[in-house]
C-alpha cells in the first residue's frame, strides 16, 4: 500500500479527511513541505479553502507536481483540491496546477453556497459498491473543464447538470466531501485506496 501524503497547505478539513482515510485502512502523512510532492507514490488534496490561499503554497512547487501528476501517480482532490486542478478560478488570480484544462466557475444558482446532500451520476469504478450515491457538497465554484472527456460524474442543482468528478490518468477530481459523505463517501475513499494499490 502506497504512502499517502496528505497537502496541509493550510485550509480547513484536514484532520477529518486524515481520519476518514487512516479509518479505511491507509497509511496518511501529513505533509506541509510541497517540495515533497514531487516524490509522492500517492497524494491528496483536501480542502474548504479559496483558491489564491490554496495555490499559495502549492505555486513554487507548481511545475514538479504537475510532472508527477502527468507522469501517472494516484491524486484525489477533494473540493478546493479539486478545483486548484484547473488552470484558473473566477474566485482568484493566481494560476491552478493546470492538470486540467479549464477554468472554475461560479454555481449559476439562487441559493449560495450550495451545501447539502445530492444524487450523482456516475459510471466510475470509484463509486462501485457505494449504497446509495448521495454526498454532501458545501460550494460556491466548480470546475468547467474543456474537454468533456475529462467528467466522469454530475449531480443536478436548482435544475442544473453539473460536473462534479473529474478525471485524468490517475487523478480524480471530487467536488463533494467523500469524509463527510456517509458510508458511501467512505467506500468512495476505500475504492481510491485499492485504486492506489493496483497503480502501484
Known sequence: MPLI????YGVGNLHSVKNALESCGADVETVSDMSKLADADCIVFPGVGAFDSTMERVAPYREEIL???ES???ALGICIGAQILFDSSEEGEKHGLGL???????????RLPHMGWNTVESDDPLLD??????????????GSPEYGSEIAGNTEYEGRKIPVIFR???TYGLQFH??????????????FIRFSEECG
Open 72 to 74: 501517472g501517480v494516484p
Open 168 to 170: 485524468r490518468s490517475n
Open 129 to 142: 459498491g457505494t449504497s446509495d450515491r448521495e454526498f454532501y457538497f458545501a460550494h460556491s465554484y466548480r
Open 178 to 191: 467523500p469524509e463527510k459523505s456517509s458510508r458511501s463517501g467512505m467506500k468512495v475513499l476505500k475504492n
Open 5 to 8: 501524503y496528505l497537502t496541509d
Open 100 to 110: 486540467f484544462k479549464g477554468r472554475v466557475i461560479g454555481l449559476e444558482a439562487e
Open 67 to 69: 510532472m508527477r501528476l
